[in-house]
């Protein structure tokens, strides 16, 4: 009997190749591993997005599974970004200052147009305060190191106060607001949907919001290796995110309702706070950096992050 020839492995690879092809059947170590995009969101935009399906559709075709998880915060989110846990989330301005000075491999993605009405300083509305000016001596309440701590530190320098010339009363918006009903705190600093519940719910009245003083931008994130990794990703990402930003400034009562159902808010509430909002996205440049770096820099004044920050390490890659 004539001994059959052996094979080599690369040859047995071949013909098994082979065969399976022609069998319709790709062998398993024969596929490309599946690319997957973990989507952290906070109830919102991203909220909106998934209920769509169309960033699933989108990144079908590149063979990329979508996985969404929610958080109730956007420091929250970062922690999941560093640890490993997510590649794409929507937060704040303040919070990636904390996460990069924490040592977390964060890109900015994408951010917002500045969107300043969504933040504001708010009083009882049978307060005696009636301007900035007589915030001096009084009880603000905010959310240490959050966008509203930027805001009142820069709102107090355009009226000719100092940081130090108010009582800061550190609370989350939760806590904040109990204070702020039974008259423990004689302002708050604070953002939308919250802001809007307060003038809506409590009839606050509005002192001053961020126009002309800070510019109050959300901003898209991912880590450096993903992007590195999946910058086609990341464009079809940013671009269905976008989508949703035009169809809710063109579909505002809509939006409205999708949102109140979203936040668990009266409808008036969220009208209030879609209607305000500045529409747009837009990629990153070294101009809005720069407004990151100012924020970067006077927390750190602050002594609210340990060491001083290039916000250029946070750059999206393709900035140049």
């Given at each position: 009997?004539?001994?059959?020839?052996?094979?080599?492995?690369?040859?047995?690879?071949?013909?098994?190749?082979?065969?399976?092809?022609?069998?319709?059947?790709?062998?398993?170590?024969?596929?490309?591993?599946?690319?997957?995009?973990?989507?952290?969101?906070?109830?919102?935009?991203?909220?909106?997005?998934?209920?769509?399906?169309?960033l699933e559709k989108r990144l079908a075709p590149l063979g990329v599974k979508v996985t969404w998880t929610e958080f109730n915060a956007g420091?929250?989110?970062?922690?999941?970004?560093?640890?490993?846990?997510?590649?794409?989330?929507?937060?704040?301005?303040?919070?990636?200052?904390?996460?990069?000075?924490?040592?977390?491999?964060?890109?900015?993605?994408?951010?917002?147009?500045?969107?300043?009405?969504?933040?504001?300083?708010?009083?009882?509305?049978?307060?005696?305060?009636?301007?900035?000016?007589?915030?001096?001596?009084?009880?603000?309440?905010?959310?240490?190191?959050?966008?509203?701590?930027?805001?009142?530190?820069?709102?107090?320098?355009?009226?000719?106060?100092?940081?130090?010339?108010?009582?800061?009363?550190?609370?989350?918006?939760?806590?904040?607001?109990?204070?702020?009903?039974?008259?423990?705190?004689?302002?708050?600093?604070?953002?939308?949907?919250?802001?809007?519940?307060?003038?809506?719910?409590?009839?606050?009245?509005?002192?001053?919001?961020?126009?002309?003083?800070?510019?109050?931008?959300?901003?898209?994130?991912?880590?450096?290796?993903?992007?590195?990794?999946?910058?086609?990703?990341?464009?079809?990402?940013?671009?269905?995110?976008?989508?949703?930003?035009?169809?809710?400034?063109?579909?505002?009562?809509?939006?409205?309702?999708?949102?109140?159902?979203?936040?668990?808010?009266?409808?008036?509430?969220?009208?209030?706070?879609?209607?305000?909002?500045?529409?747009?996205?837009?990629?990153?440049?070294?101009?809005?950096?720069?407004?990151?770096?100012?924020?970067?820099?006077?927390?750190?004044?602050?002594?609210?992050?340990?060491?001083?920050?290039?916000?250029?390490?946070?750059?999206?890659?393709?900035?140049?």
């Amino acid at each position: 009997m004539t001994s059959q020839p052996k094979l080599s492995r690369r040859q047995w690879l071949a013909a098994a190749a082979g065969t399976a092809a022609l069998s319709g059947i790709v062998p398993v170590w024969a596929q490309k591993p599946e690319r997957v995009l973990r989507v952290g969101h906070q109830k919102g935009w991203l909220s909106l997005l998934k209920g769509r399906g169309t960033l699933e559709k989108r990144l079908a075709p590149l063979g990329v599974k979508v996985t969404w998880t929610e958080f109730n915060a956007g420091p929250v989110q970062l922690e999941a970004l560093n640890v490993g846990s997510i590649d794409f989330g929507d937060v704040g301005e303040a919070p990636p200052i904390f996460a990069q000075a924490a040592g977390a491999p964060l890109v900015y993605a994408a951010s917002t147009v500045p969107r300043p009405a969504l933040e504001a300083v708010i009083v009882p509305k049978d307060s005696a305060i009636r301007s900035v000016a007589d915030l001096k001596g009084k009880r603000v309440a905010f959310n240490k190191g959050s966008n509203v701590h930027y805001f009142l530190v820069k709102l107090l320098e355009k009226h000719g106060l100092q940081y130090r010339d108010v009582q800061p009363i550190f609370l989350a918006p939760p806590d904040a607001r109990a204070a702020f009903e039974r008259g423990a705190v004689d302002a708050w600093a604070i953002w939308d949907p919250f802001l809007a519940a307060a003038q809506k719910t409590l009839q606050a009245r509005l002192l001053a919001d961020a126009t002309g003083v800070v510019n109050n931008r959300a901003f898209y994130f991912t880590s450096r290796d993903f992007a590195a990794r999946n910058a086609d990703v990341l464009r079809i990402a940013v671009e269905e995110v976008a989508a949703v930003d035009t169809w809710v400034e063109k579909n505002k009562p809509a939006a409205a309702a999708e949102l109140s159902s979203i936040l668990g808010l009266d409808r008036a509430v969220t009208e209030l706070f879609v209607g305000r909002v500045g529409y747009g996205t837009r990629p990153v440049t070294r101009e809005i950096l720069a407004e990151q770096q100012a924020i970067a820099d006077t927390f750190f004044d602050l002594k609210l992050i340990p060491r001083k920050l290039d916000l250029l390490q946070a750059a999206p890659l393709d900035l140049g």
